[in-house]
C-alpha cells in the first residue's frame, strides 16, 4: 500500500455492523465523493458473551455476504483498501475464516483480485499465564486480580487490537484487511494515521462515524464519509437527504464511553474537552479541536468467556383475570412448589440448579423499580432454567410443565388452564456464558499479540 503523505483522508463507514445492510447507492456517492478508503465494523460485545464463548456469529452469513459483495466491489472498482474489524461478531480466529471464506467465494464469482490479510486475535491461555507470572497483565475496574484458573476455564480469549496491526497489514500491500477483535474506533482510524494525519482528528472521527449512520438525522439511511486533516475532520452523511448536526455529532461521544470526554485506545487517550463542533451548512459539520494523549504504557484489553452451566426455556401465558390480580403471589407460589416438587421428584436441592422466573407485561424488565400499579391485561411467563448439565435443566423445566399450565392462586377452588404457544413447550437453549475478563496486558510492541497472514489475490482464467 503506497504510504506517501496527503493532506487529507476521506473514510466511509457504510453502515455500524457488517450484516446488518446498507443502500447500495449511498457506497456509491461515498466513492463519488473521493472516499479514500472503506471500514466497517463487523463485531461488538453488546449482544452478550454466547458470541465469543461459542465463536458463533450473530449476523447470518447471507446477510454478511451481501453487504460484502457490495463493499468489495466498490473498493476495487475504487482502487481504494476495505478494512473490516471484529470479524464474525467476537474476532475468533473461527470469525475471521468466516469472513474470509466468504470474501474468496466474491472474489472468484466477481472476478475480483484482491489482495487479503487475515490479522488474528484470538490468545492462548498458557501464553498469557506466562504474561501474568512476569505482571504484566493488569484488571481494570471493577474486577480483582486476574487468576490462572479463570484463563483455563475460557473457552476462547481474544485480544482487542489497536490500529497497528491493520497498519502493518496495509503497509505489507493488503487490499482488504479482515482484522479479529479490535476497537470499534482502530478499524476507521489505521488508513488516516498511517497517510500522517493528527492522531486527536483520527481517533475522534473515528469514535463518531464507529456505527456508520447513527450521528445522523436517520441512522436508517445509510453511512457517513469522514474527512480528516491537520486541522480536524468534517462529517457528512451519505444519504443526501439525511442531516448532520453539532448535536448529533457530539452526542456520539456519549454512546459506550465512561468518560463523554475521554476515551482510551491501546497506545493512548483520546480527549476531547476542547473540541469545537460547527455546523458547516446543513448536512455537514466541522470538528477542531480534539487532541491525543500518548500512553507510557501500550496495552491491549483482554475479552474472554467460559460456560457457566446449561439452560433450558419454557413459556406460558395467562390471561385470568385473578391470578393476574394477584400476580406476584402467584410467582412466589410458582417458586416454592417448584422447588418442592424438584427435590420429591429428582431429590435435587435448589442449589443445584438456578430458576429465573420473568413476567413480561408486568415487571420483567424494571423489576420491583417499576412504578406501574393495577392489575395487567395479560402476561407473559418465561421460565429459564439455569443447571450443570442440560439434561438437570431440562428435567426442572419438565417438572415446571404442569405448574406453567394450571397453577391456580391459593384461594382458587379450581385449576386454571394457562397458554403454551409451542409445542413441546420446553427449548434446550444449550451451554450459557459469562465474559469472566477485563483485564489488560502491557506489550512491548503493539502488533506483538496479533498474528497476520496476508494472501495473494486470486486469479482468474
Not at 470474501?103 to 498469557?128: C, F, M, N, P
Not at 481474544?158 to 497489514?169: D, F, K, R, S, T
Not at 482510524?189 to 475522534?204: F, Q
Not at 491501546?266 to 466541522?286: H, I, K, M, S
Request: glycine letters at 8%.
Amino acid at each position: 500500500m503506497d504510504n506517501e503523505r496527503v493532506d487529507q483522508v476521506k473514510v466511509l463507514a457504510p453502515t455500524g455492523m457488517l450484516g446488518a445492510g446498507f443502500p447500495e447507492a449511498t457506497v456509491a456517492r461515498g466513492l463519488a465523493l473521493g472516499a479514500d478508503v472503506i471500514s466497517v465494523d463487523a463485531g461488538s460485545t453488546d449482544s452478550g458473551p454466547y458470541y465469543l464463548g461459542a465463536s458463533r456469529p450473530k449476523t447470518t452469513r447471507a446477510a454478511v455476504a451481501r453487504d460484502l459483495r457490495v463493499l468489495l466491489k466498490a473498493a476495487a472498482s475504487a482502487g481504494i483498501p476495505l478494512i473490516v474489524g471484529s470479524c464474525g461478531t467476537s474476532g475468533t480466529d473461527a470469525g475471521v475464516d468466516w469472513v474470509a471464506e466468504i470474501v474468496a467465494g466474491i472474489q472468484v464469482e466477481e472476478k475480483l483480485s484482491l489482495r487479503v490479510a487475515r490479522i488474528y486475535s484470538e490468545q492462548d491461555a498458557g501464553t498469557l499465564a506466562e504474561r501474568l507470572d512476569e505482571g504484566r497483565v493488569h484488571p481494570l475496574p471493577p474486577l480483582g486480580a486476574l487468576r490462572r484458573e479463570t484463563l483455563e476455564r475460557c473457552t476462547h480469549i481474544v485480544g482487542v487490537m489497536g490500529h497497528e496491526p491493520i497498519v502493518a497489514a496495509l503497509e505489507a500491500g493488503a487490499q482488504v484487511v479482515l482484522a479479529g477483535r479490535a476497537t470499534d474506533t482502530a478499524i476507521a482510524a489505521a488508513y488516516p494515521l498511517m497517510k500522517g494525519m493528527p492522531a486527536g482528528p483520527s481517533w475522534h472521527a473515528a469514535k463518531i462515524i464507529e456505527c456508520g449512520g447513527q450521528c445522523t438525522s436517520d441512522p436508517r439511511a445509510g453511512g457517513v464519509l469522514a474527512t480528516v486533516d491537520a486541522g480536524g475532520f468534517t462529517i457528512e452523511p451519505l444519504d443526501p437527504a439525511v442531516s448532520c448536526t453539532p448535536i448529533l455529532v457530539a452526542a456520539h461521544m456519549l454512546y459506550e464511553t465512561v468518560n463523554p470526554y475521554e476515551m482510551r485506545e491501546p497506545d493512548g487517550t483520546l480527549d476531547v474537552r476542547n473540541a469545537a463542533y460547527t455546523a458547516l451548512d446543513e448536512r455537514r459539520v466541522r470538528v477542531e479541536g480534539s487532541r491525543f494523549h500518548v500512553a507510557d504504557q501500550h496495552t491491549i484489553k483482554l475479552e474472554g468467556a467460559r460456560v457457566t452451566g446449561y439452560e433450558t426455556m419454557s413459556f406460558s401465558a395467562i390471561r385470568d383475570p385473578h391470578i393476574l390480580e394477584h400476580i406476584d403471589e402467584w410467582a412466589e407460589l410458582m417458586h416454592t412448589v417448584l422447588r418442592q416438587r424438584v427435590e420429591q421428584t429428582i431429590g435435587l436441592s435448589d442449589d443445584k440448579y438456578a430458576v429465573d422466573l420473568r413476567l413480561y407485561g408486568h415487571n420483567a424488565i424494571l423489576g420491583d423499580l417499576d412504578p406501574a400499579s393495577g392489575p395487567p391485561r395479560e402476561v407473559g411467563v418465561m421460565l429459564l432454567v439455569s443447571a450443570p448439565d442440560q439434561a438437570t435443566a431440562t428435567a426442572v423445566a419438565k417438572i415446571a410443565n404442569p405448574l406453567m399450565l394450571h397453577l391456580p392462586t391459593p384461594d382458587m377452588d379450581y385449576l386454571p388452564s394457562l397458554a403454551f404457544p409451542a409445542s413441546p413447550a420446553e427449548t434446550e437453549r444449550g451451554p450459557a456464558y459469562e465474559f469472566v475478563l477485563h483485564h489488560v496486558v502491557d506489550t512491548v510492541t503493539p502488533t506483538e499479540m496479533f498474528r497476520t497472514k496476508i494472501e495473494e489475490p486470486p486469479h482468474h482464467g
